[in-house]
């Protein structure tokens, strides 16, 4: 029971104190086991309240929190009731607004937990929102920000990423078609460019070694690089992302993966790649089989 800001703290706790003149907006619980947290804005006579704390919401109940061995605070059944989905949105420095990454049904409690691996994000502060859906619409979004920090190349399907950390190298152009012209009797030529053609190319040299636990595991690393060229020339589109917050949609683009070595644990692959599309675009991610939701595409 709350009394103005006094929280049972002596034995006239549950006297009446004078009423406070702001709201109480916000009530956080920590560093305790709790077992019922109620809040109502009836006043409970003090000399006839017999400790036990009322079962069904009424018009006055602004809380009933009952934590059965669980953190669901209890109100949780009656929110699957309304909730049909959440929606899990992303929002980097190169976004005006939340994009939808990830949605999920809501059948039974559980559903509202969810445990999502986000690969394509670049460095920096990223914002994620969780935002159920009631009755077709979007409810408040609960926001958390997050820095990705990270100090190498990584090359990402949905599922899974590989760190491209140790002797990497990506030796990129940007790509447009131009033409020129020199008519007669003019001195300087006339440069024209031909579509909207613009994206990166480039090849790639990494030695790819596995590291378990802060160590390089080296006698594998043939294993472990034939595991790369599987997933290198398994004919889907990739995110590639660097440590300075530069994100490609790429496909590999070279016919051959190349190796050269100095030292049969030293390879040095190489491949070539292309840019096929915008990697901060969820219609792109969606069409290439990186998200599986299109909503704001």
């Given at each position: 029971m709350l009394l103005g800001y006094t929280f049972l703290g002596d034995e006239t706790s549950f006297s009446s104190t004078a009423n406070s003149a702001n709201n109480l907006e916000t009530i956080t619980v920590k560093n305790s086991v709790v077992n019922e947290l109620y809040v109502s804005s009836k006043v409970s006579d003090v000399n006839n309240f017999n400790g036990l704390i009322p079962t069904d919401w009424d018009i006055d109940t602004r809380l009933h929190a009952s934590f059965n061995d669980d953190l669901y605070g209890g109100?949780?059944?009656?929110?699957?009731?309304?909730?049909?989905?959440?929606?899990?949105?992303?929002?980097?420095a190169n976004d005006s607004n939340f994009k939808t990454i990830y949605e999920k049904d809501i059948n039974n409690k559980d559903d509202f937990s969810i445990n999502l691996i986000h690969y394509y994000a670049p460095i920096g502060d990223v914002s994620f929102a969780y935002v159920p859906i009631i009755s077709g619409g979007e409810g408040d979004y609960i926001i958390n920000t997050v820095k990705s920090d990270f100090n190498s190349y990584f090359i990402c399907e949905k599922d899974i990423s590989y760190p491209m950390v140790l002797d990497t190298n990506f030796n990129k152009k940007r790509i447009q078609r131009t033409g020129l012209i020199e008519p007669l009797g003019r001195e300087k030529p006339i440069i024209f460019k031909g579509g909207k053609t613009n994206y990166i190319t480039g090849d790639i040299e990494c030695c790819f070694i596995e590291n378990q636990n802060?160590?390089?595991?080296?006698?594998?690393?043939?294993?472990?690089?034939?595991?790369?060229?599987?997933?290198?020339?398994?004919?889907?589109?990739?995110?590639?992302?660097?440590?300075?917050?530069?994100v490609w949609l790429i496909g590999v683009t070279s016919d051959e993966i190349t190796e050269e070595s100095?030292?049969?644990?030293?390879?040095?692959?190489?491949?070539s790649v292309a840019e096929c599309g915008d990697a901060h675009s969820i219609n792109d991610l969606f069409y290439n089989g990186l998200l599986d939701t299109n909503i704001d595409g």
């Open positions: 109100n949780v059944n009656f929110t699957e009731e309304i909730v049909s989905s959440v929606r899990i949105k992303r929002k980097t802060c160590t390089w595991q080296t006698e594998t690393s043939w294993y472990y690089r034939n595991t790369i060229y599987d997933f290198l020339t398994n004919g889907n589109v990739k995110v590639l992302k660097d440590y300075f917050g530069n100095d030292h049969p644990l030293h390879v040095i692959s190489k491949f």
